[in-house]
T-cell receptor
Framework: GAGVSQSPRYKVAKRGQDVALRCDPI?????LFWYQQALGQGPEFLTY????????KSGLPSDRFFAERPEGSVSTLKIQRTQQEDSAVYLC??????????????FGPGTRLTVT | AQRVTQPEKLLSVFKGAPVELKCNYS??????LFWYVQYSRQRLQLLLR??SRESIKGFTADLNKGETSFHLKKPFAQEEDSAMYYC???????????FGQGTELSVKP
């Protein structure tokens, strides 16, 4: 079956622009995670959804970052007034189980955001 | 706070040589530890988890609570093992993953 998909795969934004990154998780997966991966670093957690509920947004670096998953399936990560330090690969992952248990996370290919 | 440390950014070995990718963790409680791998032009994927105590593609990793380590080992490296390897632990709730900085393994012919 289809894995996690993300769009766009590449995005170039001018500083100050708003961007929206989309994630389509594996069908039926309850949990959805967003990670940010800067060049040469490991991915860092941004936020977590269980169905439509955003249970953890402790990793969002500023109030310019906003994520939603209104129907418990597709999720969108929005970054307002982009800055150069936002340049990174944004990874989405989904998992079949909910809070409190660690199950395998399936990753999407990522969206590479470059802010010029 | 939970943290994993991978001291080597790059590890280069010859085909057939043993390989060990180091990982140390700090965790309060009982950690869950994993190794994730990213091959060239592919997405990040789970390689193995300490709970399973399994061997995947010839790789094993033993959790050593005394040394707080979870090193990844393979007795005979293959060229197709060349990839970026991440040691990973979980946060306190929700299953979020905490990644090390990664070690790039290069296996030369």
């Amino acid at each position: 079956g289809a894995g996690v998909s993300q769009s766009p795969r590449y995005k170039v934004a001018k500083r100050g622009q708003d961007v929206a990154l989309r994630c389509d998780p594996i069908s039926g997966h309850v949990s959805l995670f967003w990670y940010q991966q800067a060049l040469g670093q490991g991915p860092e957690f941004l936020t977590y959804f269980q169905n439509e509920a955003q249970l953890d947004k402790s990793g969002l670096p500023s109030d310019r970052f906003f994520a939603e998953r209104p129907e418990g399936s597709v999720s969108t990560l929005k970054i307002q007034r982009t800055q150069q330090e936002d340049s990174a690969v944004y990874l989405c992952a989904s998992s079949s189980r909910g809070q409190g248990r660690s199950y395998e996370q399936y990753f999407g290919p990522g969206t590479r955001l470059t802010v010029t | 706070a939970q943290r994993v440390t991978q001291p080597e950014k790059l590890l280069s070995v010859f085909k057939g040589a043993p390989v060990e990718l180091k990982c140390n963790y700090s965790y309060s409680g009982s950690p869950e530890l994993f190794w994730y791998v990213q091959y060239s032009r592919q997405r990040l994927q789970l390689l193995l988890r300490h709970i399973s105590r399994e061997s995947i593609k010839g790789f094993t990793a033993d959790l050593n609570k005394g040394e707080t380590s979870f090193h990844l080992k393979k007795p005979f490296a293959q060229e197709e093992d060349s990839a970026m390897y991440y040691c990973v632990t979980t946060g306190n709730q929700g299953g979020k993953l905490i990644f090390g900085q990664g070690t790039e393994l290069s296996v030369k012919p």
